[in-house]
Every structure is written in structure tokens, then in C-alpha cells.
């Protein structure tokens, strides 16, 4: 097991430009433009080594994204401010839920209608858990109760609204923690719940690689129709 979370780990930290600096590049030349009165020929710009993001030395919570990055990382540390956890117990819990959004991920693919921010929330449960001196069993039933409320979650792109999306799925994995310490947890059969953590997650994952193929496709094409048909 703890080679597949190496494994997964090396996937995950590939270099990748993040959004914002491009941006402030194009506006930083389109200030020059409007001060200058005309296009400039050309700009001399200085990045920090920053701009690549996903790598070791970043500072900014990135588990697939900034919107999962944020859910995995905001949520434990948060709760262990408030329980004033020792440091290294808080850097482990991160680790588990930082490792438990990739491994929930690792099958469903890059790409998928399937919302990121449920298997952030997944985590920063499994996190939170950990962070209590939780057994195993109450953090794996923690992930399978979040997935079995709010695994229907779809990704619209990004947008405001994701915010709340954070909101609905860490309030989920809050609730899913409460239940799993009290014993309960969604039973085989219980919709797309199965005997256990291992075989729900290869269930969750089936349905963001295969079932919600055709479910992003019509999510892009109602997305860019002016008049969407039905809408």
C-alpha cells in the first residue's frame, strides 16, 4: 500500500503553470499599452521560480487543483488549531488527506464530470479523523458516508459557485466523521456503496471514468449554447 501512495505521489507533483502569473504578464502589457498610447514592441518581464506550480516548495495548498487543495489542507488545519494539536500530528493528519483525495481520484482520471472537491472532502474527513487518534476503520467508514451523500457532485468549471460546493462537501465529511464515530456507515447496497472502503472506491471511480464520460460531454455543450434546448 505505501508504494501505490508513492507512486500516485509522483504522478500528482509534475510541473505546471499556474493561472495567475500568465495573467498578470497580459496586464501588465496591456498597462503598458494604455500608458504608452500604442502596443509596445516588445516587454521584459522577471518571474519568481514560483510560477511553477505542484512542486515541492510551493506554498499554496495544490492537490489537483487550488479549489482541492484548499479543502484538503484549510478544514484539518483549522481543527487542529482548535484542538492545538502538536505540529507533526498535524503535518501527518495532512498527509493522510492529502494522500486519501489522490488515491480517491487516482482511478477516475484526469479528466471527468465528477466534482474534485468530493474526494477533497473525502480526505480532509479521513484528515480530521486521523487527527483525532481515530481507528482505521472509523476513517475509512468516514470516506465511504461522504461518498455515499454527495459522490453525485458534478464539475461545471470553475466558478464562484465552487465555493460553496466546498462548503456542501466538507459540511458532508463532517457529517460523515460524526456518523462513522458512532458506528454508523452506508451498507453494501446503500446506491453505489459496497462491502468497504477499497471496493466503493473502485465503484466511485468507475462512475467519474466511465458513467460521467457522456455526462461532461452535455455539461460542455450546454455550457457554451447560448439558447441550451430544455433550459
Known sequence: MDQRYITL???ERIPALGCTEPIAIAYAAATAARTLGRAPQHILCQCSGNIIKNVQSVSVPNSG???QGVTVCLPVWVYAQERKAAPELLYRALAVSNLVAIYQKSSIGRLSAFCGVVGAACGCGAGI????GRSDQVIGNTVINT???ISGMVCDGAKPSCAAKIASAVDAALLGYQLAQQGYVFADGDGLMKDGIEKTL???GRLGRDGMRGTDEEILHLMLEDDAVGC
Open 9 to 11: 505521489l509522483r504522478e
Open 65 to 67: 487543483s487550488g479549489n
Open 129 to 132: 479523523a486521523f487527527l483525532e
Open 147 to 149: 461518498l455515499g451523500n
Open 202 to 204: 473502485r465503484c466511485i
